[in-house]
């Protein structure tokens, strides 16, 4: 048996992964599935792709011991893929459901010990036809109980959906990562598409799953040069890693080898490409420098009876990578020593002791007394991650935005009380225009110019405890500033360790917004809640809900499916603390909060109405199933109807065509020894529907 006792396992690491103590870039290739007469030496190829630079692989079913041996060999970890019949109506036929229960726990329970495994996707791109036939909500909850299911088995693997952009509505609400398979072959458009991808995955890390270009009808040069652009935009726009599609020309899809395209890096007969070299050379060079110029960051630390907390902030400050800063402690008037034990402890860090005057004052005094050109704003109950800095330079080099900003990630809860904090409405949130652009950004990982804090005059004094960012934000935008979005800048922020604190915090936050409409009425509605132009980011990847509303396109063919909610989701219960009583209290808490901060700001507990979106559509009066003979599949059939005076739905219809009052959807199931059909739902007559597709 091989010795692996060397290589760590894989976990988040925030926006980010880690392989036991150390931060790793995700540098992955896809490998098979290949022909049965491939003859391709396993420790050969697996050598020459550690070579190239990849430190993982990416397969399509659950890997086997040979598999994750030699990878081990090669410093390499698996992600490993759930292969089943996904690309069927599994929910018509559950036996299919059934068997990747089992296949899933069957190859965990042979594999999960090996530290080589680090993830297992448990889907690949269910078809966007098939997706709306099935019904994204219940879809999706099938995803997460398969995910469920082998977090049971395999507590220590990570496990996540590969997504695409057609669906962008399935990611699960339990999954390590965000991943999507994305084939965009403008670096534009791929920039600007990872952007918004970091927006759906909400807190979690974003992993390219699948990027590659068809040398055969592209050209040679031109897939090298494209996966070039590609990598950098990852690593450019913060995504946890990408990987490569794929590592061979030769490929086993349904039941037959693929020869009419070309994604490999190597040939069908292993000759390296153009691409590999240029890979290579990408993935092995030392990273550039940064251009960002050498510009002091005051990071600003404002406290008042923190004794218990800033010890971890601070020590999370000393640690950052970016070595051209100070930090400044502001002591609002501490009463526990809060003052003494930083003195004492962190002799390094400036420390300014104040009569008890309020956060915004505190801050204040220590953008007056800090040296920076920046200033960089967390709270003594936050611990920045090690690149915090180095992120928030990046948007700065732009010269576009006067502050910047990323998320507050709760750290992982330690009990059933924290997981229903972390989970409840009311976190401190920013609030994004576009996928680049903020109209608020928390004080607790929110950095500005020097030139921008002193143009509207700082922080406004009269906020104590809470309101001070929003109102400061506000303000930036009301003088023409814009304030920016770095999705890899987090800091990790303690939510308050119980119910009753969570609670006592929501009144402070309703006091602040009382304050706030008082100073801004033209931005609270007439029940008192504030009127944003943008959306409010509850942490939780943006996912179907019950009342979503999805833009499918006409007939469903919209390649970009984008979703719109009401509200975006929130985080989801921690899955060690989720548990019927756990999810009553959550649901009590929910109801709770927001009447606790009307309640403190204008003495109300009633909320204003909220419009519901009701979009549910009648029962269908017939289903059936077509076989799909040469050429009548989906697209035929449609093309058909609408030859013969049928016409498209809408963009969010929930059926394809129609005519004569009689509605129609299609969907065609595919795949490796599932058969292959046509499902038919028809609302109206069934017998015009027959008849037409006959």
Request: hydrophobic share 45%.
């Amino acid at each position: 048996m091989a010795d692996h006792t060397q290589q760590a396992r894989w976990h988040t690491d925030g926006k980010f992964f880690r392989a036991g103590a150390a931060r790793v870039e995700l540098r992955a290739v896809t490998y098979g599935p290949f022909p049965a007469a491939c003859a391709a030496s396993l420790d050969e190829d697996l050598a020459r792709i550690a070579a190239a630079g990849f430190n993982a692989l990416r397969v399509y079913e659950m890997p086997d011991r040979e598999l994750l041996d030699a990878a081990a060999r090669q410093r390499l970890w698996v992600f490993g893929g759930l292969k089943w019949g996904h690309s069927a109506d599994f929910f018509r036929h559950p036996e299919l459901l059934v068997a990747a229960r089992v296949a899933l726990a069957a190859g965990l329970r042979e594999t999960a010990d090996h530290p080589a495994l680090a993830a297992i996707y448990v889907g690949n791109e269910v078809p966007a036809d098939l997706a709306r036939w099935l019904g994204p909500l219940r879809l999706r909850r099938a995803l997460e109980g398969l995910i469920a299911h082998g977090r049971r088995v395999a507590p220590e693997v990570m496990f996540a959906y590969a997504n695409y952009p057609s669906t962008e509505y399935l990611e699960p609400e339990n999954a390590d990562f965000t991943a999507f398979n994305v084939y965009l072959e403008e670096e534009p458009a791929l920039r600007g598409y990872i952007k918004r991808l970091h927006h759906i995955a909400g807190d979690r890390p974003l992993v390219i799953s699948e990027f590659g270009l068809d040398s055969r009808r592209n050209g040679l040069h031109q897939q090298a040069a494209t996966l070039d652009w590609a990598l950098s935009a990852a690593r450019d726009l913060e995504t946890a890693g990408l990987t490569i599609y794929a590592w061979s020309d030769r490929w086993w899809n349904a039941g037959a080898e693929v020869l009419d395209w070309d994604f490999g890096l190597v040939d069908r007969h292993g000759k390296a490409k153009p691409a590999l070299e240029i890979v290579t050379q990408r993935l092995t060079a030392a990273r550039p420098a940064d251009p960002v110029p050498e510009v002091l960051v005051s990071v600003i630390v404002c406290t008042r009876n923190g004794r218990a907390r800033i010890g971890r902030c601070l020590q999370a400050l000393a640690g950052l990578l970016d070595q051209r800063h100070e930090v400044l402690v502001v002591d609002d008037g501490s009463s526990d020593g809060t003052a003494d034990f930083v003195a004492t402890a962190f002799p390094q860090v400036r420390l300014l002791r104040l009569q008890p005057g309020g956060l915004s004052a505190a801050r204040n005094a220590g953008a007056a007394a800090a040296r920076g050109d920046i200033f960089a704003f967390t709270d003594d109950d936050c611990e920045p991650d090690i690149e915090w800095l180095e992120r928030l330079r990046r948007v700065f080099a732009e010269r576009r935005f006067a502050a910047v900003g990323g998320p507050n990630l709760p750290p992982r809860p330690r009990s059933w009380r924290e997981a229903v904090v972390c989970a409840a409405p009311g976190a401190p949130s920013h609030v994004l225009l576009d996928d680049e652009e903020a109209e608020h950004l928390p004080g607790c990982n929110l950095a500005v110019t020097r030139d921008a804090f002193a143009a509207i005059g700082g922080f406004d004094p009269v906020f104590h405890t809470a309101g001070d960012d929003v109102d400061f934000c506000w303000r930036l935008r009301d003088a023409g500033l814009r304030l920016g979005f770095a999705a890899g800048a987090f800091v990790w922020h303690w939510r308050r360790p119980s119910l009753c604190a969570f609670l006592r915090q929501q009144l402070g936050y309703g006091h602040a917004e009382q304050l706030l409409l008082r100073k801004h009425p033209q931005r609270f509605s007439n029940r008192g809640g504030a009127c944003w132009q943008g959306f409010v980011y509850g942490g939780g990847p943006v996912r179907a809900m019950a009342q979503s509303i999805i833009a499918h396109g006409p007939m469903g063919t919209a390649g970009y499916q984008a979703i719109l909610n009401r509200m975006l989701p929130l985080r989801g219960l921690d899955s060690r603390f989720a548990s019927t009583a756990t999810r009553l209290i959550l649901h009590a808490v929910a109801l709770l909060q927001p009447r606790l901060r009307a309640w403190a700001r204008n003495r109300t507990l009633r909320l204003g109405t909220t419009r519901r979106f009701r979009h549910a559509t009648p029962k269908p009066s017939a289903e059936f199933a077509l076989a799909s003979t040469a050429g009548r599949d989906r697209a035929a059939l449609l093309q058909l109807l609408l030859a013969n005076g049928w016409t498209a739905g809408g963009a969010t219809a929930a059926w394809d065509v129609e005519k004569d009052g009689t509605r129609v959807l299609l969907a065609t199931e595919c795949g490796e020894g599932l058969g292959s059909h046509t499902l038919v739902r028809v609302w109206g007559d069934r017998a015009l529907a027959r008849a037409a597709l006959a």
